[in-house]
């Protein structure tokens, strides 16, 4: 494709002649260059000035190119005629290059006031409204196509699904404007359209994919977006981890702001952290100084917080876990997974777990945990977690998180025994290195730990193999170079989304 091409431009008046308002709409496709780009519309009206309304980018297209919209409207005022019949071109500037769409050089395009909708030849269905997702509470998909008058469609049909094909709906789709039989003519490049729409009812779908059949007398034409059908999701669930250091970092108050920072900026949806820390107060605690109450005041609007302790940390503090959630906790609970209850030592180790009604998703279980090493009691400790994990395992819970500081690197005896238990696997690794983690977890190749040698992570997203989840990407935080260190340890942000 050209790397700019209009499909669609709208020139509506609406309303009596001394209140009517003009409306320009256009719709354009430009090739995914890189960003940066600035896409707009140069047009005049019959007063022959001309001027420039931007665009904004809705959505990608099936074939990696963009749609991008631009809109303006003019009510009519005292002494201030409508722009009337218009003449325009479209422009993309990419890095100090310009590209065109002037109609192939022609006297430009132009389209007379109150035609109503028209598009180029470039494609036969035009999506009007295209989106790049679904909202978090959207309960109807409104859809609404521009197709070529010439196929003289006579009827359209939305096919769709809302899990990858296994089951199919069919929408017939209602004709707003245009007649059914073929209409000739247009002008300066543009030709004249039906409007088709047609409204999904996709309840509490996570995704939604569909295609369009158009049927005339003639033929049948489906617009299945460049053999990739349409596709829309719902923004994924993100889990952030991160070992806090236990008060021990220098500029602590500004590594809260950061962290607290990070997390409305990234959207995370579950935060899971370790080390968090209060003052010791004769072991009563001080919930003002908790690190985790600090963090979550911090955020724009606060998460659901549950956090407790299990030993004395540093001589001076109460160290514990918590998990912090966008979304209510249903059912929330601690325990010690470790031989040891003693406040008093470090060996002492509780985990909090958290059920949380993820919309969308249903319902999945979070555990916040902080093992200790192996030879102090990590085999015993994860044992004990697992059990627990899995005895509040039902048929309505979606996925189980194991999420925190597990103190055993990739690879070692400690992460062999959660190879072996078959049981929980890293997702980490399932995002980022797909064919080790078939490896390792489902072919469990006996060469596999070579693999890892120069992996020191510590710190997992352990998700029970039953899980009705996916990881679909993992990335490192809090580094030098994205969000600063903020601890001993970096963070890890995990995107899931259904199967």
């Known amino acids: 494709m050209d790397n700019i091409q209009l499909l669609y431009v709208a020139n509506t008046v609406s309303g009596k002649a001394a209140a009517s308002t003009q409306t320009l709409q256009f719709l354009i496709r430009v090739a995914n260059l890189g960003y940066g780009k600035t896409v707009e519309v140069h047009w005049a009206g019959e007063d022959g000035v001309w001027r420039r309304v931007l665009a904004d980018y809705c959505a990608s297209a099936g074939d990696g190119s963009e749609y991008w919209r631009a809109e303006v409207a003019f009510p009519r005022q005292a002494r201030a005629e409508l722009p009337g019949d218009i003449h325009f071109v479209a422009r993309l500037e990419h890095e100090g290059c310009e590209y065109w769409d002037n109609n192939d050089g022609c006297l430009d395009y132009f389209c007379a006031a109150g035609s109503g909708g028209r598009m180029t ?7 009007l409204n295209p989106m790049q997702g679904l909202g978090p509470a959207q309960r109807n998909v409104p859809l609404k196509f521009a197709v070529n008058a010439a196929l003289a469609a006579e009827k359209v049909t939305v096919h769709w699904t809302q899990d990858d094909w296994r089951h199919v709906h069919k929408t017939s789709c209602r004709l707003q404007s245009g007649k059914r039989s073929a209409t000739h003519g247009g002008y300066a490049g543009l030709h004249p359209v039906q409007l088709w ?9 996570f995704r939604l994919q569909y295609s369009i059949c158009c ?7 489906w617009d299945n977006n460049a053999g990739r059908n349409y596709r829309l999701s719902r923004a994924p669930l993100k889990v952030l981890i991160l070992n806090l250091h236990c008060y021990q970092e220098d500029d602590q108050d500004r590594k809260f702001w950061q ?26 605690g001080d919930w003002a100084s908790n690190s985790a109450n600090i963090i ?10 549950y956090s407790d302790w299990s030993h004395l940390g540093f001589d001076k503090y109460r160290e514990g876990v918590a998990i912090l959630s966008r979304y209510p906790i249903e059912r929330q609970e601690a325990r010690y997974v470790s031989d040891s209850s003693d406040a008093y030592s470090i060996h002492s180790r509780k985990v909090v777990a958290a059920c ?4 969308c998703i249903g319902p999945i279980d979070v555990f916040s945990a902080h093992l200790s090493w192996w030879d102090d009691g990590f085999p015993e400790q994860f044992q004990r977690l697992s059990d627990w994990a899995d005895s509040r395992r039902g048929g309505e819970v979606a996925a189980t998180l194991l999420c925190g500081d597990f103190n055993i690197a990739a690879g070692s005896l400690g992460y062999r025994l959660v190879v072996d238990g078959h049981r929980y696997e890293d997702q980490y690794l399932a ?20 693999q890892l040698a120069d992996d020191y992570r510590i710190d997992y997203v352990f998700m029970n193999k039953d899980s009705g989840l996916r990881a679909t990407s993992a990335r490192v935080l809090f580094t030098e170079q994205d969000y600063g260190r903020v601890s001993d340890h970096c963070g890890y942000l995990l995107e899931f989304e259904p199967l």
Not at 121 to 127: C, D, I, K, T
Not at 296 to 305: D, E, G, I, V
Not at 356 to 359: F, K, Q, R, S, T
């Open 197 to 205: 729409s047609a409204n999904l009812k996709v309840e509490g779908a």
């Open 259 to 284: 962290i607290a920072k990070a997390v409305d900026e990234l959207q995370a949806d579950v935060v899971c952290l370790q080390e968090v820390a209060e003052h010791w107060n004769d072991g009563s």
């Open 296 to 305: 979550n005041r911090r955020l724009k609007k606060p998460f659901h917080l």
């Open 121 to 127: 030849g470039v494609m036969p269905v035009v999506p």
């Open 215 to 221: 049927e005339s007398g003639e033929q049948t034409l």
């Open 431 to 450: 995002a980022n290195a797909p064919a080790l983690f078939q490896q390792i977890f489902r072919v469990d190749d006996a060469h596999w730990r070579d």
């Open 356 to 359: 949380i009604d993820v919309p």
